[in-house]
Every structure is written in structure tokens, then in C-alpha cells.
T-cell receptor, first 115, second 111 residues
Framework: EAQVTQNPRYLITVTGKKLTVTCSQNMNHEYMSWYRQDPGLGLRQIYYSMNVEVTDKGDVPEGYKVSRKEKRNFPLILESPSPNQTSLYFC??????????????FGPGTRLTVT | GNSVTQMEGPVTLSEEAFLTINCTYTATGYPSLFWYVQYPGEGLQLLLKATKADDKGSNKGFEATYRKETTSFHLEKGSVQVSDSAVYFCALNSGYSTLTFGKGTMLLVSP
């Protein structure tokens, strides 16, 4: 089954404790992206990756890091989480726009609480 | 830059009522337009899309027409069901893979 998986689905942590949210897709997609969803703000893009070893900032990259060492995985790293990073996070993937306009496939979300 | 504006919710309807959720956009070039739906506790999934002016996207009884002259992509359904209760997001893609989303509109359908 074609899917995007994220782990963990729920995480409660404390300020300053480094964490990683994993994202993996099995569709051989070049493009991957991370979003955060907050009430009243919709979805905002954190980082995206056009291909392996190619990453770029989205609209709200501060406090986050990403890496793309292999095509299927795109982990999101919070090196020193703060309470304002409490949010619902989504990973998404798609074929690149150069091959036509393709839908993005979303993971189930990771609900992060930073106390 | 690109932006998407959609009506604020929640939209509250009775079952079998007609649904319209307004969406307007600002973009350079000729974007593709999408509606995504998020059911409670789940990720987003594509509902429908349109890639050029006057295209009509449709799926599961929902429709939206790409109107370039009014820069709009309003979502409609003739008869909603309780199972349609969800958050609906309008989005655009201007050719670089990145999606620009509206803030979402919650739809609540009562029996």
C-alpha cells in the first residue's frame, strides 16, 4: 500500500530535550515536505526537499532541522524544543512538479507537546 | 507571493443541505488548484484538483470549478452527509511542488 508513515504519532517532551520525528514514504517520490498545523493558522511549511541531499527552508524553519540522506526518509529534528513548537506535524511527499502537477500524499500526523 | 483565502468556519449544516465553501487565490502564473480534506484524527487527503482555467474537479459528489477571471475555486456539494464532517483546505501549486494552503474550513453536518 502506498503510504507516508510518521513516528511517533504522539509525543510529550520537555523544553530543551532533543527529539526526532521520522517520516518515510514507499512511493519513490523525490519531493518531501514537513508542515505544522496550528489552530487558526492552517498548515505552514517548515522545510522541504526536492531530492536526496537537497533541502530548503519553508515559511517557518526556525528551531527545526532536516536531512535527506536517502530518498524514502525525511526526518524532522528539534534540537532544543520549546513550548511554541507544540503543534501537529505532517510529513508529505509527491513526484516533482516537473513531471506534471501531482497531489501530495500526507502522513497521519505527529502531535507534539513541549512542556 | 502566493496566497489562498477561504471562508472561516465552522460551517454548520443539516444533512442533505447544499454546501458551498468559498476559496479565492493570489498567484503568479497559472497555478493548479486543489481541495484537501482532513477527517478527525487523520492526515490530509486530496479531494479534487483542477490544473487549468475552466477545469472542473469532482470527487465523492464534491465539485469545484477553476475560475481564472474571479481567481476562485469554490467547493460545492449538492447534498451533504454526516460523514462529510471534516476540515477542508483549499490549496494552490504554481509549479514548484510546494503547496500554499488556506487556513481551512471546518464543516459540521448534523443528522
Amino acid at each position: 500500500e502506498a503510504q507516508v508513515t510518521q513516528n511517533p504519532r504522539y509525543l510529550i517532551t520537555v523544553t530543551g530535550k532533543k527529539l526526532t520525528v521520522t517520516c518515510s514514504q514507499n512511493m519513490n517520490h523525490e519531493y518531501m515536505s514537513w508542515y505544522r498545523q496550528d489552530p487558526g493558522l492552517g498548515l505552514r511549511q517548515i522545510y522541504y526537499s526536492m531530492n536526496v541531499e537537497v533541502t530548503d527552508k519553508g515559511d517557518v524553519p526556525e528551531g527545526y532541522k532536516v536531512s535527506r540522506k536517502e530518498k524514502r526518509n525525511f526526518p524532522l529534528i528539534l534540537e532544543s524544543p520549546s513550548p511554541n513548537q507544540t503543534s501537529l506535524y505532517f510529513c508529505a511527499s509527491s513526484l516533482p512538479a516537473g513531471q506534471g502537477i501531482h497531489e501530495q500524499y500526507f502522513g497521519p500526523g505527529t502531535r507534539l507537546t513541549v512542556t | 507571493g502566493n496566497s489562498v483565502t477561504q471562508m472561516e468556519g465552522p460551517v454548520t449544516l443539516s444533512e442533505e443541505a447544499f454546501l458551498t465553501i468559498n476559496c479565492t487565490y493570489t498567484a503568479t502564473g497559472y497555478p493548479s488548484l486543489f481541495w484537501y480534506v482532513q477527517y478527525p484524527g487523520e492526515g490530509l487527503q486530496l479531494l479534487l484538483k483542477a490544473t487549468k482555467a475552466d477545469d472542473k474537479g469532482s470527487n465523492k459528489g464534491f465539485e469545484a470549478t477553476y475560475r481564472k477571471e474571479t481567481t476562485s475555486f469554490h467547493l460545492e456539494k449538492g447534498s451533504v452527509q454526516v460523514s462529510d464532517s471534516a476540515v477542508y483546505f483549499c490549496a494552490l501549486n504554481s509549479g514548484y511542488s510546494t503547496l500554499t494552503f488556506g487556513k481551512g474550513t471546518m464543516l459540521l453536518v448534523s443528522p
